[in-house]
């Protein structure tokens, strides 16, 4: 009786602690998801500021802002077509070489490497994305780009500049910086990229479809091109908007090597500009509310471009996480 | 049975193509960091560490723009890491399977690989802007809005990972959820989280488009984060684009005090680690 008594006394003590927890619980749950909405909201602020603060080149120039080629300073005149081309044909030849040799490292890590070169060399390449885009830029300008005027681009004009078809495109001075070079150096820096994600889909092939090839009596080669790469073909393309995605956005890598030049040129030798690098050299400089004003536009046209292309990735990546039993 | 020749053909030009490409990209990384290690060593010497950096043709160091750099992403951790462990501890725990949470994450991996460019004209916009000039603060602001994701990703990955008996157990003790996440939970994942943070410091170590328009850049020794800050990467593009052959040798110095610096803690990292999962 009397123990039961200060039992009671007990709980009777305990009630309002439980209490405080109750409530710390819901002050810790509000946290939590204000800080998760906070994710959320900067993504759309971002978006927003950036239709904001660009609101008045969209104003003035409409739809020519994009089609236009005019990046007329002294004039006023800004349009956004040279940028835009330039990120794009970049981004393309920066895809042209990384996405072979991506799937191409991605196959000797999972399949022919011998097994204990496979964690160093994953590391390896795992560094060359690690590795600060201001130094591809430094190496870019420094290194690199003497070296295609001194070795790459006279070949390439001699050969292929009075070509019918290609000739447009490599004929011109080889100066070394120019739209082919910044795409090279992109490629090189989207390679890691595009690989780690093409072992990892790679990896998740279940041994049993493998095996079952290889006991019809298939070459590796046919396992790759007529099991794994059909069953994970919508993986790797995800694997391959997400390095769009790096390449589209890139800044300094391209800046360095690109030489900020306004001009539309078919030739992919000639200089030319990226919307990063344009608002990369430009906005510090911008003195006219307009001029500032535009460079904002373009970010947002970069920002809207990248995030669909994100998107469409996540999208097609998170198939191949659904079949390896993940939820993210 | 032998297989066809054709068909044997095959194969071999296929794997003598992936071994190629993995010999053409470790290839660039070797000669990338091969010319920033004996550029940068060439031009290594005291003065880097004890000196301002200089005017155009004289010599000297980058000691302010090592501290406006350091002072940066300390403010930056400070900023995002709690937001970004907040945000991760819903997605994994307080909001695990709701379309919210599901959401965040979806965004959250966006903003993940969103170009900086495009952060450093946010940041512009709302900080700068409002502020009426150019400032660490922004620049700090800036980076942790590269590191927040970063963190948001590796704690709700690392959370994910603390099996469900632990959980349990807690609950069992009667203990609240928010004593469970913090007491149990987090000490769990704790080594993960810190590994999450290490990475992305070394991720925004290097990032200098974000910074070019919100904390621009200080030739003169400044500590005030309220006011333009030298930082090492802003520094490295300027001097880089430059045409004088001190600043150049100047900018291959930071080069190679910032590529070292990025890629020691990240195989730091990945050796903790991997000592941590053994273990």
């Known amino acids: ?328 | 049975m032998a297989v066809p020749a054709r068909r044997r053909a095959a194969d071999v030009v296929a794997f003598a193509f992936a071994s190629l490409a993995t010999v053409f990209g470790l290839f660039w990384l070797f000669w990338i960091l091969w010319t920033t290690l004996s550029q940068g060593a060439a031009a290594l010497t005291p003065a880097l560490f004890m000196e301002m950096t200089p005017p155009p043709g004289a010599s000297g160091g980058l000691i302010n723009a090592f501290y406006g750099s350091a002072a940066m992403i300390l403010l930056a951790i400070v900023i995002g890491t709690p937001i970004g462990v907040a945000a991760g501890t819903y997605l994994a725990e307080q909001g695990r399977y709701t379309r919210l949470a599901a959401t965040v994450s979806f965004i959250n991996d966006i903003l993940l690989s969103a170009p900086s460019i495009v952060i450093g004209l946010f940041i512009y916009e709302v900080v700068v802007r409002s502020m009426g000039h150019f400032s660490g603060y922004a620049g700090a602001l800036a980076l942790a809005m590269i590191l927040l994701p970063i963190v948001v990703r590796t704690t709700e990955e690392s959370l994910r990972l603390v099996p469900d008996q632990m959980r349990e157990a807690g609950f069992a003790l009667g203990l609240p959820r928010w004593r469970v996440t913090s007491r149990v939970l987090y000490r769990a994942a704790q080594s993960a989280i810190v590994t999450g943070v290490l990475l992305a410091v070394a991720r925004i170590a290097g990032e200098t488009a974000p910074l070019l328009f919100t904390a621009l850049n200080n030739q003169f020794w400044s500590t005030s984060l309220n006011g333009p800050l030298a930082n090492v990467p802003v520094v490295i593009f300027q001097y880089a684009m430059s045409p004088y052959d001190e600043w150049h040798t100047l900018a291959w110095a930071g080069a190679f005090v910032l590529t070292s610096f990025v890629l020691l803690l990240n195989l730091a990292v990945r050796v903790v680690a991997r000592k941590g999962t053994r273990s």
Request: aromatic share 10%; proline share 5%; net charge neutral.
């Open chain 1, 1 to 328: 009786m009397n123990g039961s008594l200060t039992q009671g006394r007990e709980i009777t003590v305990e009630t309002p602690d439980r209490k405080s927890g109750e409530f710390a619980d819901r002050l810790f749950h509000a946290i939590t998801i204000a800080a998760a909405c906070f994710v959320l909201l900067l993504l759309g602020a971002t978006a927003l500021s950036m239709a904001w603060g660009g609101r008045l080149a969209f104003k003035t120039f409409g739809l020519a802002f994009i089609t236009s080629s005019d990046w007329d300073v002294p004039a006023g005149k800004f349009g956004a077509l040279v940028p835009i081309y330039g990120t794009l044909v970049t981004s393309a030849i920066a895809l042209l070489i990384a996405v072979p040799v991506s799937i191409g490292i991605a196959l000797f890590l999972t399949d022919i490497a011998p097994r204990w070169t496979r964690g160093p060399i994953a590391v390896a390449i795992e560094l060359l994305a690690a590795v600060p885009s201001i130094i591809y830029g430094m190496w870019g300008l420094f290194i690199f780009a003497p070296f295609m005027a001194t070795h790459v681009e006279p070949w390439l004009s001699e050969h292929l500049g009075n070509s019918p078809l290609v000739g447009p495109l490599f004929s011109g001075p080889p100066i070394g910086i120019g739209m082919l070079t910044a795409g090279i150096v992109l490629g090189i820096m989207v390679i890691p990229f595009i690989a780690a994600v093409a072992r990892e889909v790679f990896s998740a092939v279940p041994p049993s479809l493998k095996e079952s090839a290889v006991a019809l009596g298939s070459t590796r080669w046919e396992i790759l091109s007529r099991v794994t790469l059909p069953y994970t073909r919508s993986a790797i393309v995800g694997a391959v908007f997400l390095g769009l995605g790096r390449a589209l956005g890139e800044t300094m890598a391209v800046t360095f090597v690109l030489g900020n030049a306004h001009e539309l040129s078919a030739s992919l030798l000639m200089p030319s500009n990226s919307i990063a690098a344009a608002i990369a050299n430009e906005f510090t400089e911008a003195d006219t509310e307009l001029y500032r004003s535009s460079l904002i536009a373009l970010g947002f046209l970069l920002f809207v471009v990248t995030f669909i292309v994100l998107t469409i990735a996540k999208l097609l990546l998170m198939r191949i996480n659904r079949q390896l039993g993940r939820t993210s």
